[in-house]
Nanobody, 123 residues
Framework: QVQLVESGGGLVQAGGSLRLACVAS????????MGWFRQVPGKEREFVAA????????YNTDSVKGRFTISRDNAKNTVYLQMNSLRPEDTAVYYCAATRAMLPSHSYEYDWWGQGTQVTVTS
């Protein structure tokens, strides 16, 4: 079992930046690929980015290319999502997730989820 707790969400103006953090506890954090998803009411959860134990990454390039960066600190059991040049359409609840698969982009492939953190971008 992996417990995940996100933080760092908030209200920001368009063009601003936020850094989300997700702290993991329970099973060995370093044994799992990690991902970030986001969801707005009435829509499916959308893949944002994922990272392997060794730092290999995968992004939803259509929506976040060049603006978001995922990283992890295995010593701190933490995965980060640095979000720059934020846009109003980035407004969503952002979720951290852990998986036993390799860099999956579908939410059903993730085994553990955090409670989410709200990001609101104003124009």
């Amino acid at each position: 079992q992996v417990q995940l707790v996100e933080s760092g969400g908030g209200l920001v103006q368009a063009g601003g930046s936020l850094r989300l953090a997700c702290v993991a506890s329970g099973r060995t954090f370093s044994g799992h690929d990690m991902g970030w998803f986001r969801q707005v009411p009435g829509k499916e959860r959308e893949f944002v980015a994922a990272i392997t134990l060794a730092g290999g990454v995968r992004y939803n390039t259509d929506s976040v290319k060049g603006r978001f960066t995922i990283s992890r600190d295995n010593a701190k059991n933490t995965v980060y999502l640095q979000m720059n040049s934020l846009r109003p359409e980035d407004t969503a609840v952002y979720y951290c997730a852990a998986t036993r698969a390799m860099l999956p982009s579908h939410s059903y492939e993730y085994d553990w989820w955090g409670q989410g953190t709200q990001v609101t971008v104003t124009s």
